[in-house]
């Protein structure tokens, strides 16, 4: 157990030391490892996918309760990978991720929805003006 913490110890080092040297760099390819995962998952296994991405429910208020739900859980999940040393500190950050993701999550609804309006009345402007064009 000992060679695992020493390993665990030596690779955190490094990523914190690149992390110092290069904090953008760091921070986009952490944003294409989440977004490369997620396709994974969406794309390998769509219906665990929607359920873990809160893609799911009927209606306005269950997709808000899906979508917080789901926040909750992946910053459960990556928080207590992120925490170091025993299962107190692991479950603290947990905690703190989940909280922290699902405000985040909460906050960007009104965005995420204003930019798909935003896309969909973009392409129905598109066929409006295609057809008109046919149309002459």
Known sequence: MKSDNTS???QRGMDEAFDEQHPCISEGLQGVGEVAST???????PGIGNVVLGNVGKGL???IAATIA???GTGA???FGEGEGGLGN???QAIHNAVVDALTGLGMMPVEAGAEAGRKAGAKALTRALLKVRSR
């Open 90 to 92: 692991r479950t603290e």
């Open 8 to 10: 665990l110890a030596m």
């Open 61 to 63: 208020p269950a997709r």
């Open 39 to 45: 396709l994974a998952l969406q794309r390998s296994a």
């Open 77 to 79: 999940v990556e928080g």
């Open 70 to 72: 789901s926040n909750l």
